[in-house]
C-alpha cells in the first residue's frame, strides 16, 4: 500500500506529501532533466523545492534577473551550482530551455539534474526563443491538484490497481465520509494551501484563488478573430467569469461548444464573437484551468455512433463551484447539480490515480445512449469501465446496469463479429464509485466502492 508517509526526502517547511514525489525522486535517479507542468497553486513548486538544492523563482524579479545576467554571461556558472537546481516558472524565460539541453547534452552519461516547473504553456512568442526539441533528454510530468487520498480524507483502504483483477477479494471497507462532507470537500478543492487552512476559511481560501483566475488582468497571446497572426489581448473580467460559470454548469457532461458560448453570450448579454470565445478557452487551457477529459474509442462500434465531445472538466470542481456562486448548502439542496460536481471530483481523482499506475483516463458514450463515466486504461491495455454516482438506490442500481449492458455488447460484438476483424479484450472489471460508505463486491462482481475509500 502507498504511504504517503514514508519519505525520506529532507523537510524544512511544513509539507503534505504528494503522489508525484515517489516519482519525481525515481526520475532523478535516471533523467538529467525534469518538466513538471501543472496548474498554479497545485503544488509543484512546493514538491520540487523539496528536493532541490538550488532554486530560482522566476516570477521574483531578483531571481529573474540574476539568471538573465548567467545566460547573457556565462550559463555554466548558474550550472554549477548545488543540484538538482529548480528553476520555477521557467517560461518566464524560455532562453532557459536551449542552454539547459546543451548542458544535459555535454555532460554525457552522468549528467546533473535540472528541475523545471510551469503554470503556462508558452505562446508563440515564447516557442521562437527555443530552437530545440527536449526529446531523449527530458521527462515530462503533470500534477494535479491533491485527490482525496493526498488531502487524507480518503483512507485508501481499496487500491484502484487491485480492482483491475476481477477475482480481488474485496473486504468490505467503509469510508467516515458522508454526503455533507463532499459538498465540503468540492467547495474546498484540492488546493494544498487551502487543504493545509482546513475549515470554513479554506473555502474562502480557494474562493480567492478562484476570483484571482477570474479577475487578474494578465495579458496572453492567442489566435485573432481572422486566425492569422497571434495577437495580445487582456481577459475581460466579466467574460472570464461568464466562461468559468458556463463550465462549472456544465462540467462531467459533454456539452458542445456551441451550448458554452451561448452561456458565456447569456441570450444577447455579451456580444462576443466565437473567435474571441476560443481565445478565452485557449487561455485557460494554457493555464491548465481546463482539463477535459478526452473520449474512449472502443473499436465494436463505428465512430459515427459515438459522442466525441470532450467532456467538459476543470483542473478541480471547485473552480466551477466558485464561479457559479454555489455554497455547500446550495449543493445539498440540489442533489441533480450535485451528482455532475460530485463526478467531477471523482474524475480529479481517478485522472491522478491512474497516472500514477502508468494509465491514462477517458469517458464512453453512445449517441443511443449508452455510457460510461470513466474508462481508465494501463499501459499493458488492460482497462475497467467506472460509473460514478453520488447515492440513491436507483441511481446504484442504473449505474450497475449500464456497466453490464457494455460488458454484454463486447462480449455479443465477439460472439457476432467477422473473422477477419481481432476480438474486443474484455473489461478487466466492472466499478461503481459512490457517495456512499461501504466498499464491497456485488453477485455480478461488480465492485463498488466509495471515492472515500479509494487510492492508487
Given amino acids: 500500500m502507498i504511504n504517503l508517509e514514508d519519505t525520506e526526502m529532507k523537510l524544512d517547511f511544513d509539507y503534505k506529501p504528494r503522489l508525484i514525489d515517489q516519482e519525481l525522486k525515481n526520475a532523478l535517479s535516471y533523467t538529467p532533466w525534469i518538466v513538471v507542468h501543472g496548474p498554479k497553486w497545485c503544488g509543484k513548486t512546493t514538491s520540487c523545492k523539496v528536493l532541490a538544492e538550488t532554486v530560482y523563482e522566476l516570477h521574483k524579479k531578483k531571481d529573474r534577473d540574476a539568471v538573465s545576467l548567467y545566460l547573457s554571461s556565462d550559463p555554466s556558472l548558474m ?56 526529446a ?81 488582468d494578465d495579458s496572453d497571446e492567442t489566435v485573432s478573430e481572422e486566425g492569422k497572426d497571434p495577437e495580445e489581448f487582456f481577459r475581460d473580467p466579466v467574460i472570464s467569469k461568464r466562461f468559468l460559470y458556463s463550465y462549472g454548469r456544465n462540467i462531467a457532461s459533454t456539452a458542445t461548444s456551441s451550448r458554452l458560448l451561448k452561456d458565456v453570450r447569456g441570450g444577447e448579454e455579451l456580444k462576443i464573437s466565437e473567435a474571441t470565445f476560443y481565445n478565452y478557452r485557449h487561455a485557460f487551457e494554457r493555464m491548465f484551468v481546463i482539463d477535459d477529459v478526452a473520449p474512449w474509442t472502443p473499436i465494436f462500434t463505428s465512430k459515427d455512433q459515438l459522442i466525441m465531445t470532450p467532456k467538459r472538466s476543470l483542473c478541480d470542481p471547485s473552480i466551477g463551484v466558485h464561479a457559479m456562486g454555489v455554497s455547500p448548502a446550495d449543493l445539498l439542496d440540489d442533489p441533480f447539480d450535485f451528482g455532475h460536481v460530485f463526478e467531477a471530483l471523482c474524475l480529479r481523482d481517478l485522472r491522478v490515480y491512474s497516472e500514477v499506475d502508468d494509465g491514462t483516463m477517458a469517458y464512453y458514450h453512445r449517441r443511443n445512449g449508452d455510457e460510461c463515466d470513466a474508462v481508465v486504461t494501463l499501459r499493458d491495455g488492460r482497462y475497467v469501465l467506472i460509473e460514478i454516482k453520488l447515492g440513491g438506490d436507483a441511481r446504484i442500481s442504473e449505474g450497475k446496469e449500464n456497466l453490464l449492458k457494455i460488458k454484454k455488447d463486447i462480449q455479443i460484438y465477439n460472439e457476432t463479429k467477422p473473422k477477419n476483424e481481432p476480438a474486443m479484450r474484455l473489461p478487466s472489471s466492472l466499478i461503481l464509485i459512490t457517495g456512499g460508505a461501504l466498499a464491497s463486491k456485488d453477485p455480478n462482481g461488480i465492485f463498488e466502492v466509495p471515492i472515500g475509500c479509494l487510492r492508487p
Fill in 136 to 216: 531523449g533528454r527530458k521527462k515530462d510530468l503533470f500534477m494535479h491538484p491533491m485527490s482525496l487520498f493526498e488531502s487524507g480524507e480518503s483512507n485508501g483502504s481499496v487500491s484502484l490497481l487491485d480492482l483491475f483483477d476481477e477475482n480481488f477479494d474485496l473486504k468490505i471497507k467503509e469510508s467516515a465520509l458522508t454526503i455533507r462532507d463532499y459538498a465540503y470537500l468540492v467547495s474546498r478543492g484540492g488546493f494544498p494551501e487551502a487543504v493545509s487552512i482546513g475549515g470554513e476559511n479554506a473555502i474562502k481560501r480557494t474562493r480567492d484563488y478562484v476570483d484571482s483566475l477570474i479577475n487578474d
Fill in 79 to 134: 550550472f554549477s551550482k548545488k543540484m538538482p537546481l529548480l528553476f520555477d516558472e521557467w517560461q518566464d524565460l524560455p532562453e532557459l530551455w536551449d542552454e539547459t539541453r546543451s548542458e544535459v547534452d555535454e555532460k554525457g552519461p552522468n549528467p546533473k539534474q535540472v528541475l523545471f516547473t510551469g503554470s503556462k504553456e508558452l505562446t508563440k512568442k515564447q516557442r521562437a526563443k527555443i530552437h530545440h526539441t527536449g
